[in-house]
């Protein structure tokens, strides 16, 4: 049995909504989106370290320069947890980083593949346009022959 269409959406407002929800997913929004989540959370990181831990992180630029190093996954060394709570949101935040890096390296790659198959597609369209021109052109040439051909014989009878 073949599916039932949507009844309850007009054809039109779900056309909509189908290219707003594109576009929401498409990798800008993402990308931004996830961006700010995880730097949020690298942020968090540092409050919270600066909270559970007052001696390594005896201030909150500490923490906050400790949260960025983890993050990019820099990891200078010169300031390191040393409690258990402290290596565990330290963990946390190594795995977003990383997380982030290679989101970040998916979407730019995503981003100029595309770009590379709308142009490889263009360039297609332009290719077939350029055939059609050709086929068009021989077709009138066709028909001019045609009609000499055909004023002959008028000009024969």
């Keep these: 049995m073949p ?5 309850t959406t007009p054809r039109g407002t779900q056309a909509l909504l189908e290219k707003r929800a594109h576009r929401i997913a498409s990798g800008r929004f993402v990308v931004v989106g996830v961006s700010i989540a995880l730097v949020t ?4 990181a540092a409050v919270v370290m600066r909270l559970v831990d007052h001696h390594d992180f005896p201030t909150f630029g500490l923490a906050l320069w400790w949260a960025s190093e983890t993050f990019t996954t820099v990891g200078y060394g010169d300031i390191v947890p040393t409690t258990s709570v402290g290596k565990f949101i330290g963990g946390g935040v ?3 980083g990383i997380t982030f890096l290679s989101f970040l390296t998916a979407s730019v790659t995503s981003a100029l593949i595309e770009r590379d198959r709308r142009r ?8 077939a346009a350029a055939e059609i021109a050709r086929v068009i052109a021989g077709i009138a040439r066709l028909e001019e022959r045609l009609e000499r051909l055909e004023t002959r014989l ?3 009878d």
Excluded at 3 to 7: I, L, W
Excluded at 120 to 127: F, L, T, V
Aim: no cysteine.
């Design 41 to 44: 959370v690298a942020i968090g």
């Design 120 to 127: 490889a597609e263009s360039a297609g369209q332009d290719e």
């Design 3 to 7: 599916p039932q269409p949507d009844m």
């Design 154 to 156: 008028n000009a024969n």
């Design 94 to 96: 190594m795995i977003m």
